[in-house]
């Protein structure tokens, strides 16, 4: 059973489209997580959830926006894609926020190419 | 500003030798740090911890060192395997949740 699970694996698209990434984990974790691996590999976050409330909201453009329908589900809608949207996208849940002794676990990641 | 870092983009190490990974951080509020291993086409998975209040943690062939003076962390890997070729990412917080990663640094293990 996997324990995080994303889909799409992969993703191609133009530019000005609107696109999803879902995300589920089993493990009946408080906290989600999305982040961006970039191509510079550096992986940083983008939002956290907890218990389907925003908890973390980095930086990020309001193109993108998170959805949390449950704390099993986080899922990703990104508006108007732009060439720079392209990345890997992780998503990663743990027990609780702000309990470091709890580590997150990762999904195999999005690869969202835009062209 | 890059308050995580990774300098060494890629080791290579004979099989059954130590691999050495070394991490350094800038912010001083940092008390929790986290080692995360990564093959390709999967998400990073959990390696080791070590809370601020130690300066050495140790699982199985694997040894987390902190020096809080130097702001640097290291991970020993004894002795090295095949299967531990992966990228290895260093990882801190101050009790958030909000992880700030290094840029990974890619160990090969040579049969």
């Known amino acids: 059973d996997t324990a995080v699970s994303q889909t799409p694996k992969y993703l191609v698209t133009q530019m000005g489209n609107d696109k999803s990434i879902k995300c589920e984990q089993n493990?009946?974790?408080?906290?989600m997580y999305w982040y961006k691996q970039d191509s510079k590999k550096f992986l940083k976050i983008m939002f956290s959830y907890n218990n389907k409330e925003l908890i973390i909201n980095e930086t990020v453009p309001n193109r993108f926006s998170p959805k949390s329908p449950d704390k099993a589900h986080l899922n990703l809608h990104i508006n108007s894609l732009e060439l720079g949207d392209s990345a890997v996208y992780f998503c990663a849940s743990s027990q609780d926020n702000g309990r470091v002794d709890y580590e997150q676990y990762f999904g195999p990641g999005t690869r969202l190419t835009v062209t | 500003d890059q308050q995580v870092k990774q300098n060494s983009p890629s080791l290579s190490v004979q099989e059954g030798r130590i691999s050495i990974l070394n991490c350094d951080y800038t912010?001083?509020?940092?008390?929790?740090f986290l080692w995360y291993k990564k093959y390709p086409a999967e998400g990073p998975t959990f390696l080791i911890s070590?809370?601020?209040?130690?300066d050495k943690n140790e699982d199985g062939r694997f040894t987390v060192f902190l020096n809080k003076s130097a702001k640097h962390l290291s991970l020993h890997i004894v002795p090295s395997q095949p299967g531990d070729s992966a990228v290895y990412f260093c990882a801190a917080t101050y009790n958030t949740g909000k992880l700030i990663f290094g840029q990974g640094t890619t160990l090969q293990v040579k049969p």
């Open positions: 493990l009946g974790h408080d906290t």
């Open positions: 912010n001083s509020m940092f008390d929790y």
């Open positions: 070590i809370s601020s209040i130690k």
